[in-house]
């Protein structure tokens, strides 16, 4: 069963980097088909779309947000980071890791597995 | 504003049949996989259909999905109250991945 776990910290300084990584259980990260995304829920609203990395490692960022996202692979340790620069308060969301299936010409026909999400907060 | 439109709240009765709508276009939906979620309260999204109309193992056939030209529906029958959550639909729009704004299910 493949799991996904978020780990980074939990309170950011606005102007500051937010960093996030997401270790894979259970499967590699190598597998071809899938893709590895980043997904953030701000409090109380709805589900937003930052980027994924493809197994190849081809990246695909949100345009609203590709200035300032970077998203990486560590396949030696099968994991996948996420570095968010110049945050605010409006990036405040609760981040979720999660893997794209059956994935081709730059979409997915879903995200499978989940990770159990971790609160960032942006606060002086 | 979400690109794709869903409406706010469904509610219906337990063992009754309830479906969500979920409106693109030509270029999201139209051309693109869809694909569903549930929220549970203070969980993360679980997947209930993909590719349109495939359920991923374990998921009962109560919930069903289909597409038709650039809307898509989910349908959820015989409600339970388990079922009260948070549903989104999903698809994608040149390599940009979209959500609906959600809709509240409430089995009364």
């Known amino acids: 069963q493949l799991q996904l776990q978020e780990s980074g910290s939990g309170l950011v300084k606005p102007s500051q980097t937010l960093s996030l990584t997401c270790a894979v259980s259970g499967g590699s990260i190598s597998s071809g088909g899938y893709s590895w995304s980043w997904i953030r829920q701000p409090p109380g609203k709805g589900l937003e779309w930052i980027g994924y990395i493809y197994h190849s490692g081809s990246t695909y960022y949100n345009p609203s947000l590709k200035s300032r996202v970077t998203i990486s692979v560590d396949r030696s340790k099968n994991q996948f980071s996420l570095k968010l620069s110049s945050v605010t308060a409006a990036d405040t969301a609760v981040y979720y890791c999660a893997r794209g299936l059956y994935c081709s010409g730059g979409s997915c026909a879903g995200f499978d597995y989940w990770g159990q999400g971790t609160l960032v907060t942006v606060s002086s | 504003q979400s690109v794709l439109t869903q409406p706010p709240s469904v509610s219906a009765a337990p063992g009754q049949k309830v479906t969500i709508s979920c409106s693109g276009s030509?270029?999201?939906?139209?051309?693109?996989?869809v694909s569903w979620y549930q929220q549970l309260p203070g969980t993360a999204p679980k997947l209930l259909i993909y590719?349109?109309?495939k359920r991923p193992s374990g998921i009962p056939d109560r919930f069903s999905g289909s597409k038709s030209g650039t809307s898509a529906t989910l349908g959820i029958t015989g409600l339970q109250t388990g079922d009260e959550a948070d549903y989104y639909c999903g698809t994608w729009d040149s390599s940009l991945s979209l959500f609906g704004g959600g809709t509240k299910l409430t089995v009364l």
């Open positions: 030509s270029s999201n939906i139209g051309n693109n996989y």
């Open positions: 590719d349109n109309n």
